[in-house]
């Protein structure tokens, strides 16, 4: 009679014990999928002139003149050394801004712990972007109002989930209609030249819903302006993504 009383008092503690573990595990899953930081401007500038991911370093001369607005002698090299002083420090209530405003976006599923960089005017021209696990944020964000705020985080969130996640977004896509053709710079080497670095795509090109290939490339040639692009949303299905799903 004893052995079964301490039989069963061992298998209610095994139960609870696992009933523990599993729930903080979970806690801590939760917390990490929302963790959040904040670079200062040294840790940015060296983000900046480490290039790991090779983004500026992949750029080309049209990307530069679009970027710098001239066009005498600019390599990437400069560009890289010109935006790592462009990186800004957070004040304490723009954390707070960014700390209560990712609290309101709905969560995506398998997501990296997020950082948040403040830019100027000059990187990428002050707009907001992505970058590995990092969001780009210009200090002219904090200047819109919440709703613009908010739509422009989500748009940024999506971009990362898209990185972090890229065969769920192929699949996504495709049941809207997009289609993987394949490598730009292999499949169109002339046109690769006119492309306009956009480090929240992938470097694929991708067929429309209506049969139209998506070419990632200025409008002008030599561009003026990095905006010089045809239409922003159909660029690539990535930001047909991130437009239609952050307003
Ligand atoms: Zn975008």
Redesign the pocket.
């Known amino acids: 009679m004893i052995l079964i009383l301490i039989l069963v008092l061992i298998l209610v503690l095994i139960l609870l014990l696992s009933f523990f573990c599993v729930k903080s595990q979970k806690s801590n899953f939760i917390n990490r999928s929302q963790s959040i930081s904040f670079y200062n401007s040294a840790q940015a500038s060296k983000f900046i002139l480490d290039d790991d991911d090779n983004y500026i370093k992949n750029m080309s001369n049209y990307d530069l003149i679009a970027r710098l607005n001239y066009t005498n002698n600019v390599t990437t090299n400069i560009y890289k050394i010109m935006s790592s002083k462009d990186m800004k420090e957070f004040t304490k209530l723009e954390k707070n801004i960014l700390m209560k405003l990712t609290k309101s976006i709905s969560k995506l599923p398998n997501m990296p712990n997020i950082n948040f960089i403040k830019i100027g005017n000059l990187y990428e021209c002050g707009f907001?972007?992505?970058r590995q696990n990092i969001i780009f944020i210009p200090y002219a964000f904090f200047l819109k109002d919440k709703t613009d705020q908010l739509n422009t985080l989500m748009?940024?969130y999506?971009?990362i989930y898209q990185r972090y996640n890229q065969k769920e977004t192929e699949l996504f896509l495709n049941k809207y209609g997009f289609k993987k053709i394949g490598n730009f710079s292999n499949l169109f080497p002339k046109e690769y030249k006119w492309r306009r670095s956009?480090p929240?795509?992938d470097e694929n090109i991708w067929q429309s819903p209506n049969g139209e290939l998506m070419f990632p490339i200025f409008s002008v040639i030599p561009p003026t302006n990095i905006t010089n692009i045809k239409n922003?949303k159909m660029e690539h299905p990535?930001?047909w993504m991130?437009?239609t799903f952050s307003s």
């Open positions: 907001p972007h992505t748009h940024e999506i971009h956009n929240d795509i922003d990535y930001e991130a437009y």
